[in-house]
T-cell receptor
């Protein structure tokens, strides 16, 4: 099956710094990638949709200047959390979808802790 | 809320028993998908049922969809301890692939 990787799997950073999370589709071309955030014991909340070569579409309430998304190639999307604060601590999960597919393939997630 | 509802929120059963989880949603959909998540891990796709389908099987999984009631159920038969995980339904409303996730059911299967 299709594989999506995320890097890093865990990151701890100080308040005020920026953190970049990578999402890669390893064996298929991902025309669309999605970024989700999940707080403990809660469901996934869609943050933004990223299409290769175009600007990301953010969900209502998600600050585009704080969560920078770049989808520069058909196999890589990055999420940068800028000026991170403790309330940004969460589990960030990406998913990828190939052309003509209904299924999304999820990465293993990145645990971000901001101290 | 953008999310649908799932019930129960938590379910604890013995190995060998069946587990049923329900999902309700609010708008018309293109398809509905069920995912599994082990603690602290990513999601694994289990099954997709299209809006024009009523029932689908995959191994020990059986999914039903009632579009008139805007609800779906996931049945896991002959459960195993390894089935312990959180299960989420997600609806695709044909908006460029965006999925809206339910709140999830935490299933615990005791050996």
């Amino acid at each position: 099956g299709a594989v999506v990787s995320q890097h890093p799997s865990r990151v701890i950073c100080k308040s005020g710094t920026s953190v970049k999370i990578e999402c890669r589709s390893l064996d298929f071309q991902a025309t669309t990638m999605f970024w989700y955030r999940q707080f403990p014991k809660q469901s996934l909340m869609l943050m933004a949709t990223s299409n290769e070569g175009s600007k990301a579409t953010y969900e209502q309430g998600v600050e585009k200047d704080k969560f920078l998304i770049n989808h520069a190639s058909l196999t890589l999307s990055t999420l940068t959390v800028t000026s991170a604060h403790p309330e940004d601590s969460s589990f960030y999960i990406c998913s990828a979808r190939g052309p003509g597919l209904h299924e999304q393939y999820f990465g293993p997630g990145t645990r971000l802790t901001v101290t | 809320s953008q999310q649908g509802e799932e019930d129960p929120q938590a379910l604890s059963i013995q190995e060998g028993e069946n587990a049923t989880m329900n999902c309700s949603y609010k708008t018309s959909i293109n398809n509905l998908q069920w995912y599994r998540q082990n603690s602290g891990r990513g999601l694994v796709h289990l099954i997709l049922i299209r809006s024009n389908e009523r029932e689908k099987h995959s191994g020990r999984l059986r999914v039903t969809l009632d579009t008139s009631k805007k609800s779906s159920s996931l049945l896991i038969t002959a459960s195993r301890a390894a089935d312990t995980a959180s299960y989420f339904c997600a609806t695709d409303r044909n908006q460029g692939g965006k999925l809206i996730f339910g709140q999830g059911t935490e299933l615990s299967v005791k050996p």
